[in-house]
Nanobody
Framework: QVTLVESGGGLVQAGASLRLSCAASERTFSTYAMSWFRQAPGKEREFVAAVSWSGGHTDYADSVKGRFTISRDNDKNMLYLQMNSLKPEDTAVYYC??????????????????WGQGTQVTVSS
């Protein structure tokens, strides 16, 4: 059982930066593929970024590529999402997710076993 707790969300203006964090309870955190998803009001949850066990492989949605960076610190059981050049369309609840069945998770929501409670990011224009 993995407990995930996100933090770092907030209200910012367009063009600003935020760094989201996700703290994991599991000592074997390094064996979980990790990802970030987001859900905007009235929309379905969507993939944002994924990182492999070691952090050496990453994947990004086209909408955030070049602006967001996913990373992890396995010694601290932490996952991060650095978000730069934020846009109003980035406004959403952001969730971290863990997949214990593979070294590098995909973009499908159903593949993930554990989810955090989410952190709100609001970008004003």
């Amino acid at each position: 059982q993995v407990t995930l707790v996100e933090s770092g969300g907030g209200l910012v203006q367009a063009g600003a930066s935020l760094r989201l964090s996700c703290a994991a309870s599991e000592r074997t955190f390094s064996t979980y593929a990790m990802s970030w998803f987001r859900q905007a009001p009235g929309k379905e949850r969507e993939f944002v970024a994924a990182v492999s066990w070691s952090g050496g492989h990453t994947d990004y949605a086209d909408s955030v590529k070049g602006r967001f960076t996913i990373s992890r610190d396995n010694d601290k059981n932490m996952l991060y999402l650095q978000m730069n050049s934020l846009k109003p369309e980035d406004t959403a609840v952001y969730y971290c997710a863990a997949d214990g069945s593979t070294w590098f998770g995909g973009r499908e929501i159903a593949a993930y076993d554990y989810w955090g409670q989410g952190t709100q990011v609001t970008v004003s224009s």
